[in-house]
């Protein structure tokens, strides 16, 4: 089974910026879909982004202007990045990967390996 590892994350200022990695060691992000996710408690999971086999990438219209994915295939890692850091922004961020090839959408459901998830925390 695909291990998708997660790095980055913690605390960061308002107005900060900081970059989460998502790696995985067997060259699939050049195969399936890869996604972005946050996690609340009490709220439902959020869709943040996704990145396409092809590179091709989309972000929720609600988190376009401060949101951007990406990956590096040669280092099989995806990444997010937050730019300007708001305390709204706080959760548990999970990268998640498809495992069949298909339409690259921003459903949870079609996601099948998760990210152990790692805590951003936005301070004001």
């Known amino acids: 089974q695909v291990k998708l590892v997660q790095s980055g994350g913690g605390s960061v200022a308002a107005g900060g910026s900081l970059r989460l990695s998502c790696s995985e060691d067997g060259f699939t992000f050049q195969k399936y879909c890869v996604g972005w996710f946050r996690e609340v408690v009490g709220k439902a999971r959020e869709g943040i982004g996704i990145?396409?086999?092809?590179?091709?990438?989309a972000v929720a219209e609600s988190k376009k202007a401060r949101f951007t994915v990406s990956k590096d295939n040669a280092l099989n890692t995806a990444y997010l990045d937050l730019d300007k850091a708001e305390p709204e922004d706080t959760g548990t961020y999970v990268c998640?990967?498809?495992?069949?090839?298909?339409?690259?959408?921003?459903?949870?459901?079609?996601?099948?390996?998760w990210g152990q998830g790692t805590q951003v925390t936005v301070s004001s």
């Open positions: 990145v396409a086999p092809d590179g091709r990438t």
């Open positions: 998640a990967r498809m495992n069949v090839e298909g339409p690259c959408r921003l459903r949870a459901g079609d996601f099948r390996d």
